[in-house]
């Protein structure tokens, strides 16, 4: 068969496939399942996955009284901050669109029953893929002859924005940008661009899960996370497109890619959605493995009724830490909420079963989704805070897989 002929079969399935699925969404076990959408333009504004593939994001359209709203979830996924990490992830999910499920559940804040998310049910979702490694903010590229690498991830987030307002974004009447973990931080590095682009009337709101990373010593007092944002932003050429505000009156530009640096900078409001013990911060950032060599750890990671009165201990300096962080955003952002629970967890928002369900868990009987519509709709003033480890009995406690942890 020549190259010809075979190109024209998968053209000829891929009609068969947009046919099949029009309208590019199926629901299968009670799941919603949505299309992924290429962003064709794309590559004319050099806005392009570390390997080169195209952009992409899925829709699943608003209706009736949530037609002209819209929620923009950034997808997460860790950071690649080397060539050798970059050039793995490029080959993976994580760095390409051609390795991605072309289908992805919305569930959760992306659930379209109203019985399961009910104050965003009926709006436009978007969930944005993530595959430039630096939570769609690099720009530069890696080319030494033999490896070729693409850092646009600032690029794609104009791209997926000018594919969108065309297909009603431009006309918005309320809108909330949201992510969760590395899609999390996203949401701060775009927040206040992201106003600027909506109509001036339009209420627009900010919302991270996941996303504060803290700029946090670990048990042998190195700041781990620190020379790991430092790499990166110094590898995707990141500092330019951080805020600016924030950039001028610090000393380490690039500690600006901290959440807690740049939130008083930052004037859309917003909530902030954590747990105080949140899996990724502890395993990575407070306790990584350069820190525990000898693995004292692997078991009160594994599982904090494991932890010893000690590791209990650092952990509540954890929590204190995040605490003291956002202590000035709790205390003087009026239009501002948060929900700071301490359950061990990473991204709450997403699944059904920690955003909204009976047994979800809860801060003063409330619910996470409960708490962030009160505060979206401005229904009553929402900042929760829960009280520590391990008092809370509504928590689920599920640490995800090392893999699944990223
Ligand atoms: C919405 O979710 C509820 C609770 O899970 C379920 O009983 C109902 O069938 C769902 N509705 C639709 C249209 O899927
Ligand atoms: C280019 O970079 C890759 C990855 O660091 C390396 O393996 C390769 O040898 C380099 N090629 C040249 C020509 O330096
Ligand atoms: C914003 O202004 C436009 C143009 O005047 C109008 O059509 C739209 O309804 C307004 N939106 C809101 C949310 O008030
Ligand atoms: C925000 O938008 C301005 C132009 O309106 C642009 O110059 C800047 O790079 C953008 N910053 C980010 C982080 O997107
Ligand atoms: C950011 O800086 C500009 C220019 O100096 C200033 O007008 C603006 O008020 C500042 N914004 C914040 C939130 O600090
Ligand atoms: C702490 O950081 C220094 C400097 O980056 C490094 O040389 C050292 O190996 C680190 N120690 C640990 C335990 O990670
Ligand atoms: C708790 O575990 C750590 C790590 O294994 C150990 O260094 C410490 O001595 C233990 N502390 C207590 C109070 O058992
Ligand atoms: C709150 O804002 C006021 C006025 O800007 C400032 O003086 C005060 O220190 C702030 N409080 C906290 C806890 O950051
Ligand atoms: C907690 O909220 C649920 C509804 O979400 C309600 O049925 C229950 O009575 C509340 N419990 C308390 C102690 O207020």
Not at 168 to 190: N, P, Q
Request: proline residues 4%; glycine residues 6%; neutral net charge.
């Amino acid at each position: 068969m020549n190259v010809k002929m075979m190109m024209n079969i998968e053209i000829m399935l891929s009609l068969l496939l947009s046919l099949a699925f029009a309208p590019w969404c199926i629901y299968s076990q009670e799941q919603l399942l949505v299309g992924m959408t290429l962003v064709r333009n794309a590559i004319a504004y050099g806005a392009v996955c570390l390997d080169g593939s195209l952009p992409a994001y899925h829709l699943h359209r608003g209706f009736g009284a949530g037609a002209n709203n819209w929620i923009l979830q950034f997808e997460g996924g860790g950071w690649c901050n080397d060539i050798p990490s970059c050039l793995e992830r490029a080959n993976t999910r994580r760095g390409s669109t051609r390795y991605m499920n072309k289908f992805e559940v919305f569930s959760g804040i992306l659930s379209d029953n109203d019985s399961l998310n009910p104050d965003f049910y009926n709006w436009n979702r978007v969930k944005l893929r993530y595959c430039d490694g630096a939570s769609f903010s690099g720009d530069s590229k890696f080319d030494n002859g033999t490896s070729l690498l693409y850092f646009r991830g600032q690029k794609i987030w104009e791209a997926i924005i000018r594919d969108l307002l065309p297909k009603g974004l431009a006309s918005a009447r309320k809108a909330l940008l949201s992510g969760c973990s590395a899609g999390g931080l996203a949401t701060f590095l775009h927040c206040d661009n992201f106003t600027k682009i909506l109509p001036s009337n339009a209420s627009v709101k900010c919302l991270s899960d996941a996303g504060f990373f803290l700029d946090e010593q670990d048990i042998s007092l190195n700041y781990t996370m620190r020379s790991f944002y430092h790499d990166l932003v110094a590898l995707q050429g990141i500092e330019e497109n951080l805020n600016p505000n924030c950039t001028m009156s610090i000393n380490n530009q690039k500690l600006c890619f901290f959440p807690q640096y740049a939130l008083k900078y930052i004037t859309t409001p917003y909530f902030i959605l954590n747990s105080a013990y949140d899996v990724f911060q502890f395993h990575h950032s407070l306790v990584p493995p350069s820190a525990d060599l000898h693995g004292r750890w692997n078991r009160c990671k594994l599982n904090p009724a494991a932890c010893n009165a000690s590791q209990i201990n650092v952990l509540q300096g954890l929590r204190q830490d995040m605490l003291t962080a956002l202590y000035s955003f709790y205390k003087n952002s009026s239009r501002g909420g948060m929900f700071i629970n301490s359950c061990f967890a990473h991204c709450q928002s997403e699944s059904q079963d920690t955003w909204f369900a009976v047994d979800s868990p809860r801060i003063h009987n409330k619910t996470i989704a409960e708490a962030v519509g009160d505060w979206y709709f401005s229904r009553r003033v929402t900042k929760e805070i829960d009280c520590p480890y391990p008092c809370d009995t509504t928590c689920h406690n599920l640490i995800p897989s090392p893999q699944g942890l990223r």
